[in-house]
């Protein structure tokens, strides 16, 4: 059974760095992009990025190009998503998904992220 | 890579059916049959409907159905019901380096 399990919620104070993580199970996870949605309270859903874990190949959506960094461990087969420094208006659930093919299939189960001094 | 284009809501009485465009461009919905569906219903992760413009994965209904037409998609529903009472977002694969987007989402009603 395809499995992604994030990292659970988290807490922080504007200008303060994470990394949340996304755990792949029963499929060949070097082989299938893993990406990130955001979606921000009462908001619809934003592509982030991609990564490509099998050669750590890393595409990002515009909007979010220098604002996050996005990374993968194949050996642990977990994928990552990191702010060097947050702002408030990062508060959000983040989803991992997968795509295979042309499509973005199983999900995770979110992680929010609340960001306030 | 700008958003799919959606209608901000949908709505329709039990039993009804209802149509959800999704419009976006030949380097997204047009350029590929990679054109997916997700319900989502509040507090819960997105659920694959559609994939492959008009393919339903295992346990979805068959009220569902996908179709395409140059660069709009669309998602019917038939013989609607209260549970389909949801967020709805189109996607597709782009060939822009993100790969991916989504479209803007529909909210949907039961009367």
């Known amino acids: 059974e395809v499995q992604l399990v994030q990292s659970g919620a988290e807490v922080k104070k504007p200008g303060e760095s994470l990394k949340i993580s996304c755990k792949g199970s029963?499929?060949?996870?070097?082989?299938?992009?893993i990406g990130w949605v955001r979606q921000m309270p009462g908001k619809g859903l934003e592509w982030m990025g991609i990564i490509f874990p099998s050669d750590s190949d890393t595409r990002y959506s515009p909007s979010f190009q220098g604002q996050v960094t996005i990374s993968a461990d194949k050996s642990i087969t977990t994928a990552y998503l990191q702010w060097s420094s947050l702002k408030a208006s990062d508060t959000a659930m983040y989803y991992c998904a997968r795509q295979m093919g042309g499509v973005v299939d199983y999900w995770g189960q979110g992680t929010l992220v609340t960001v306030s001094s | 890579q700008s958003a799919l284009t959606q209608p901000a809501s949908v709505s329709g009485s039990p039993g009804q059916s209802i149509t959800i465009s999704c419009t976006g461009t030949s380097s997204d919905v047009g350029g590929y049959n990679y054109v997916s569906w997700y319900q989502q219903h509040p507090g819960k992760a997105p659920k694959l409907m559609i994939y492959d413009v008009s393919n339903r994965p295992s346990g979805v209904s068959n009220r569902f159905s996908g179709s395409k037409s140059g660069n709009t998609a669309s998602l019917a529903i038939s013989g609607l019901q209260a549970e389909d009472e949801a967020d709805y977002y189109c996607?597709?694969?782009?060939?822009?380096?993100?790969?991916?987007?989504f479209g803007t989402g529909t909210k949907v009603t039961v009367l």
């Open positions: 029963g499929y060949r996870f070097t082989t299938n992009w």
């Open positions: 996607s597709s694969f782009t060939s822009s380096s993100s790969r991916y987007v």
